[in-house]
């Protein structure tokens, strides 16, 4: 069975940095698109940053110039560095990884960044 386990989160004051990892099993992981979500209460999911299997990235607009997604493809893992962080970051940070029509969540990860 696929599994994506994030970890990493956790309680920061407002200007610090995680650094969030996601360990796949199970997929050819250097094929897979992953991205980050994230997910505030009372809010809708949106997307924080994407990697593509070529390493290209995308990020939303919110978190341009303070976050960073990468991945490393011989240990199946990818990461988001959140540096200069912000009480608005605050949300349940998931995982996610896409081949054409084959997609899985991880169980998420809570951010809290205070001021």
């Known amino acids: 069975q696929v599994q994506l386990a994030e970890s990493g989160g956790g309680l920061v004051q407002a200007g610090g940095s995680l650094n969030l990892s996601c360990a796949a099993s199970?997929?050819?992981?250097?094929?897979?698109?992953l991205a980050w979500y994230r997910q505030a209460p009372g809010k809708q999911r949106e997307l924080v940053a994407g990697i593509e299997s070529s390493a290209s990235t995308n990020y939303a607009d919110s978190v341009k110039g303070r976050f960073t997604i990468s991945r490393d493809n011989a240990k199946n893992t990818a990461y988001l560095q959140m540096n200069s962080l912000k009480p608005e970051d605050t949300a349940v940070y998931y995982c996610?990884?896409?081949?054409?029509?084959?997609?899985?969540w991880g169980q998420g990860t809570q951010v809290t960044v205070s001021s």
């Open positions: 996610y990884a896409e081949y054409f029509t084959r997609s899985y």
């Open positions: 199970k997929i050819i992981f250097r094929i897979y698109k």
